[in-house]
């Protein structure tokens, strides 16, 4: 079965700080790669998904970005934080037609 | 566009008795859904889905959905709540986009209380 690895599990950030968290996949391979954000604990937004190495599509215009290096990494990047940009962010994966399953997820608090 | 709609912000139910989470959905074609449930600075738990056949969907942890085309809903259900079940339940639909992925559009989320 596969296992979804997102570090770390909560971050505390200044703004105009760089970010980056990673998520790698175990289990499986060429899975479909996501990042959802979660904002004031309800509402999840898909922020970038990803279908095989080297390909990102945006979801939402934004101030961070995506990348996949490898078949089982994707991560999430920015170059300068935002108080915004704070919220729960959920890495999840799925193949062909399978239900999606996440990661724990990571706890950004931009101060 | 696709959506969810989960009209109850917290369900408050006794320890034995019955729940209900509802769902309602609005979807070209037919319809791809989910339930995942959340517990606290957690990630999202996948606890069934209807994709076709039976109306009536089987999950994890005693949880049942019912798939009405009529009323477009697809309300969760179990017949007897625990305390543990207490948690953030979220509804979503799924889309396949244009790039090969599948975007799950969620609902605002459920929060079920279960009280001894």
């Known amino acids: 079965s596969q296992t979804i690895h997102q570090w770390p599990a909560t971050l505390v950030q200044p703004v105009g700080s760089p970010l980056s968290l990673e998520c790698t996949v175990e289990?499986?391979?060429?899975?479909?790669l996501y990042w959802y954000r979660q904002a004031a604990g309800r509402g999840l937004q898909l922020l970038f998904y990803?279908?095989?190495?080297?390909?990102i599509s945006s979801e939402v215009p934004q101030n961070l970005s995506a990348s996949r290096p490898q078949d089982r990494q994707f991560i999430l990047s920015s170059k300068k934080l935002l108080l915004s940009d704070s919220g729960f962010y959920l890495c999840?994966?799925?193949?062909?037609?399978?239900?999606?399953?996440f990661g724990q997820g990571t706890r950004l608090t931009v101060v | 566009a696709q959506s969810v709609a989960q009209p109850e912000d917290q369900v408050n139910v006794a320890e034995g008795n019955p729940l209900t989470v509802k769902c309602t959905y609005s979807?070209?074609?037919?319809?791809?859904l989910f339930w995942y449930v959340q517990y606290p600075n957690r990630g999202l738990q996948f606890l069934l889905k209807?994709?076709?056949?039976?109306?009536l969907v089987k999950g994890s942890y005693g949880f049942e959905a019912e798939f009405n085309k009529s009323q477009t809903s697809f309300h969760l259900k179990k017949p007897s709540a625990l305390v543990s079940d207490s948690a953030l339940y979220f509804c979503?639909?799924?889309?396949?986009?244009?790039?090969?992925?599948?975007?799950?559009?969620f609902g605002t989320g459920t929060q079920l209380k279960v009280e001894l």
């Open positions: 979807v070209s074609g037919n319809p791809y």
């Open positions: 999840a994966t799925d193949r062909g037609g399978s239900e999606a399953f």
């Open positions: 979503a639909v799924r889309d396949r986009m244009a790039g090969g992925g599948n975007k799950l559009t």
């Open positions: 289990g499986t391979s060429n899975p479909n």
């Open positions: 209807y994709i076709t056949g039976d109306n």
């Open positions: 990803s279908v095989g190495i080297g390909q």
